[in-house]
């Protein structure tokens, strides 16, 4: 295999790895602050599609990316309901929003576009209708060096939300260990009723949280359906909110611990593109759906802790009463 | 102390949040433009108006007892299976194996070792999930819907690479042979000149989903096991206390959900298509979870939320059929159920609390 094709390979890495980032950090923001969220994947779905949908609709992929988000949100709101105010069992909750958007997703576009259940395709509706890779200064003169072809073909050439993506990793570490809330938010999900005593409202702090998870989820979910790929198909997020979720125990709730984990799955993901790639790696014929169940069997293997131990959040999944 | 009276709690706080979770439907299909009450009558003609909808209905049904009942011994033991899927795969493939390599002289012989065969396949595919969450806590959750994936990786290949004839199109096996065919309800009970549940695929596997369901009851209610289960269950440090082992609980708590799961494959693999095909399962492992929380994790509860999302399923089917209202609706709804009769629950609970609190009160107001 030569030098080009692993550069091409992990540049596909990146573009698989940023929705799975974006889902990964919501996920952490929400889990850091003591809400379980196994809705990140219909939450992505549903962004996906609003984004896609609002985009055809407007030939403007930023007012796509508004709907995206505001349709995230929307289902953060009855996250947030269900476990934040009616302490409800917070996986059911994120079961039953994964099962809406996958529904409701596939009933709108068919009632708006009529292509059973797929947005048309973005590339039909001009160049503002989805997000296109920007080539980065000095790109095209790089020359052939080795630094030279990883400038050009992966770090220059993605589109806007690859970058803000990673740029989404320091912030959130800046949040998260710098700030009086991010320190605030770290200590509702390990110990509420201490949160409580000192005056702050535990639940106002969690429906921060859950916003911002909705936010991250609106992104992870319109990078998918305007940036990744041009338009929505049905069940297009295809588990990446639950891999996500396993990144996150890998990365044990750390940002840039994140960020590598979630390339790392973006790398299994690409792999599974370029059978040809991994059969001159190996020297023997893996079968196709072998690559595809990769990243699903990792999650298993890092779950099972066979790589290092993961400590969640002392107070995740629990509803907060204030009197007993 | 109770503030309830218990059938209000077993009654009327499921029938309430299913009734939001059903008027919020209709508000879907008006939101898309066709009247809910129209589509509610397409629905009930070709769900029940006939015995072919029956049949479908029925058949539907049978499914979701299986899956239905997966979930609910799971949740007794306070494990969240979201493996059904990918575990009725797997049973499928178990029932496959059985049908295709072993020449059946009659079906009643046949039907035991099918039976065995997909349950073994799906606990077997439930027991690393719950190994690993038993030993090392891996959360069940996750685990058993990446098994779900692995689930349908493993089958692709099995059907592609394996098992399907050669130079055969579609990823499928062949026919199982004739001493498998299980009696339809058409061969079961057309007595007269005309014939009843005429091409609908309902059979007998319907009964014994009726026997899973008894079996179940027996099990959690009437056995040490089941009784270990549910202390288990409603308190770890309790049961840990009692002498009950958490590792047994967790593993034959999934074991039973899993086989379960797998027997579902008899009514899809062996009585309707008579082949293993790619996506027999069509979602059935998913709204065994709606079923579950909407029968209270009770195997009679069970069985009515099975027929109502068997009428679903059909009546679904039927309205994707003659309107512009996709499939996908059923997925809504059992979003909604699951939603309401699920995390919602204290939603509906909090207020009638309230109320039967404030009618209790002006009562012994009374008698004072």
Redesign the interface.
């Known amino acids: 295999m030569d030098f080009l094709t692993i550069v091409q390979i992990s540049d596909t890495a990146v573009r698989f790895a940023i929705p799975l980032l974006f889902a990964c950090l919501a996920g952490l923001f929400s889990e850091r602050a003591g809400i379980f969220d196994i809705g990140l994947e219909g939450k992505m779905l549903a962004a996906a599609f609003f984004s896609a949908a609002v985009a055809a609709l407007t030939a403007n992929v930023w007012i796509g990316l508004l709907a995206g988000i505001a349709a995230s949100m929307t289902l953060s709101i009855i996250h947030g309901l269900a476990s934040i105010t009616f302490r409800g069992n917070q996986l059911i909750s994120g079961v039953a929003i994964n099962f809406l958007a996958a529904g409701l997703t596939v009933l709108v576009a068919q009632d708006w576009f009529s292509q059973g259940g797929r947005t048309p395709s973005l590339s039909d509706f001009g160049p503002g209708a989805r997000f296109n890779g920007i080539t980065l200064p000095f790109a095209e003169s790089a020359g052939d060096g080795t630094f030279g072809v990883i400038y050009r073909e992966l770090i220059s050439g993605h589109s806007i939300l690859v970058y803000v993506g990673l740029l989404t990793v320091p912030l959130t570490w800046w949040i998260l260990f710098r700030t009086r809330f991010g320190l605030r938010l770290r200590a509702v999900g390990e110990n509420p009723a201490a949160v409580d005593t000192a005056g702050i409202s535990v639940i106002a702090l969690r429906y921060v949280a859950v916003a911002i998870a909705g936010i991250l989820c609106g992104l992870a979910g319109a990078y998918l359906a305007t940036g990744l790929q041009a338009g929505f198909v049905k069940d297009m997020s295809s588990g990446r909110g639950f891999i996500a979720l396993a990144a996150l125990i890998f990365a044990k709730w750390r940002p840039w611990y994140a960020l590598w984990a979630c390339l790392l799955f973006g790398f299994l993901q690409a792999l599974s593109l370029r059978p040809d790639a991994v059969e001159a790696m190996v020297q023997v014929r893996v079968p196709g759906q072998l690559l595809d169940a990769l990243p699903y069997i990792l999650t298993v293997v890092i779950l099972a802790g066979f790589v290092g131990k993961a400590i969640p959040p002392r107070a995740g999944g629990e509803p907060y009463v204030k009197e007993r | 102390m109770d503030v309830m009276p218990k059938w209000a709690d077993a009654l009327l706080i499921p029938l309430i949040s299913i009734l939001i979770a059903f008027i919020l439907s209709a508000g879907?299909i008006i939101a898309?433009?066709e009247d809910p009450l129209a589509a509610l009558r397409t629905m009930v003609t070709g769900a029940l108006g006939s015995s072919y909808g029956w049949g479908y209905t029925l058949y539907y049904t049978t499914n979701f007892i299986f899956t239905g009942l997966a979930v609910a011994v799971a949740f007794h033991a306070r494990m969240?299976n979201?493996g059904g899927e990918g575990q009725a795969m797997l049973g499928g493939l178990g029932v496959a194996l059985v049908c295709l390599y072993v020449p059946w002289p009659h079906w009643i012989v046949a039907l035991p070792f099918a039976l065995l065969g997909g349950a073994l396949f799906g606990a077997a595919w439930a027991a690393?999930?719950a190994y690993?969450q038993a030993k090392?806590?891996?959360?069940i959750?996750?685990?058993t819907?990446?098994?779900n994936?692995?689930a349908a990786?493993?089958l692709?290949?099995m059907l592609?690479?394996v098992l399907k004839p050669a130079g055969a199109m579609d990823p499928a096996t062949v026919k199982f042979p004739e001493g498998t065919h299980l009696p339809t309800f058409q061969d079961m009970f057309s007595f007269g000149e005309k014939p009843v549940f005429r091409g609908a695929p309902a059979n007998v596997t319907f009964f014994i989903a009726l026997l899973a369901c008894l079996g179940v009851w027996l099990l959690i209610w009437r056995t040490r096991l089941g009784y270990e289960i549910r202390a288990y269950g409603h308190s770890e440090p309790a049961g840990r206390y009692a002498g009950i082992s958490p590792t047994k609980i967790i593993m034959v708590a999934m074991l039973i959900s899993g086989a379960l799961a797998g027997m579902m494959a008899i009514n899809t693999t062996m009585g309707e298509a008579e082949r293993l095909v790619l996506n027999s399962v069509e979602g059935a492992g998913?709204i065994g979870?709606a079923v579950a929380?909407m029968g209270r994790s009770h195997p009679f509860g069970v069985l009515l939320a099975a027929l109502l999302f068997g009428f679903l399923y059909q009546g679904g089917a039927e309205l994707s059929l003659w309107t512009?209202?996709?499939r996908?609706?059923?997925?809504?709804?059992?979003?909604?159920v699951?939603?309401f009769t699920?995390?919602?629950?204290?939603?509906v609970r909090?207020p009638l609390e309230r109320i039967f609190l404030a009618f209790r009160r002006s009562k012994s107001e009374e008698s004072a």
């Open positions: 879907v898309i433009g969240f979201i690393i999930p690993l090392r806590g891996s959360h959750v996750i685990t819907i990446m098994f994936f692995i990786a493993l692709t290949y592609v690479e998913f979870i929380l512009n209202v996709p996908e609706l059923i997925v809504v709804i059992q979003a909604l699951i939603l699920g995390a919602l629950d204290n939603m909090m």
